[in-house]
């Protein structure tokens, strides 16, 4: 069974377009995570949702929002894509008591 | 302002030899500190953690040292293997979330 799942794994679009990533955890962890590795592999974190509540907002244009319908699924929304925005996107989410990160697989999105 | 450093991007050392990864930081004091590997093309995947108050930590082939005067911990592994290539990150907790570093790239050859 896939601890954190993310769909789509792919996802080509043209700029100026609105996407939706899907996370899912079934480790009934409490907090999840929004991550972006650039093409220089630097991960780094975007957002983070602790019961359904936001808890971190990092400098992140706000053409991002994440989307919290419940405690075990955190979709990233990205509304008028840019260039800048072509990364891999990685979910994650942690028990909270350590903050040990457990990773879906990622989805690389690029935009042209 | 909170850094984390890995001073190597690559490592490229022979199989069965001793690999060192070195995490440095500041501006921090954590209470622990992690280790992940990454594949390509994969989500890193978490390795081991090491308290505040543990000055080294054992799973099989690895270790890690925590020095909160230096700041800095070391990641190792023994005997290492082809199959031990990838991509080693440390992390720190900062505001409620966790913070990681660049990574380093090892590469081991047989």
């Known amino acids: 069974d896939t601890a954190v799942s993310q769909t789509p794994k792919y996802l080509v679009t043209q700029m100026g377009n609105d996407k939706s990533i899907k996370c899912e955890q079934n480790?009934?962890?409490?907090?999840m995570y929004w991550y972006k590795q650039d093409s220089k592999k630097f991960l780094k974190i975007m957002f983070s949702?602790?019961?359904?509540?936001?808890?971190i907002n990092e400098t992140v244009p706000n053409r991002f929002s994440p989307k919290s319908p419940d405690k075990a699924h955190l979709n990233l929304h990205i509304n008028s894509l840019e260039l800048g925005d072509s990364a891999v996107y990685f979910c994650a989410s942690s028990p909270g008591h350590t903050n040990t990160q457990y990773f879906g697989p990622g989805t690389r999105l690029t935009v042209l | 302002s909170q850094k984390i450093e890995q001073n190597s991007e690559a490592l490229n050392i022979q199989e069965g030899k001793t690999a060192t990864l070195t995490c440095n930081y500041t501006?921090?004091?954590?209470?622990?500190l992690q280790w992940y590997r990454q594949d390509p093309g994969r989500g890193p995947v978490f390795l081991l953690l090491i308290r505040e108050n543990e000055k080294e930590k054992r799973k099989e082939r690895l270790k890690v040292t925590f020095d909160t005067t230096l700041k800095q911990s070391l990641f190792h592994i023994t005997a290492s293997q082809p199959a031990d290539s990838a991509t080693y990150l440390c992390a720190l907790e900062g505001n409620n979330d966790m913070r990681f570093g660049a990574g380093t790239r090892l590469t081991v050859k047989p």
């Open positions: 480790l009934g962890h409490d907090t």
């Open positions: 949702y602790n019961n359904k509540e936001l808890i």
């Open positions: 501006n921090y004091s954590p209470a622990y």
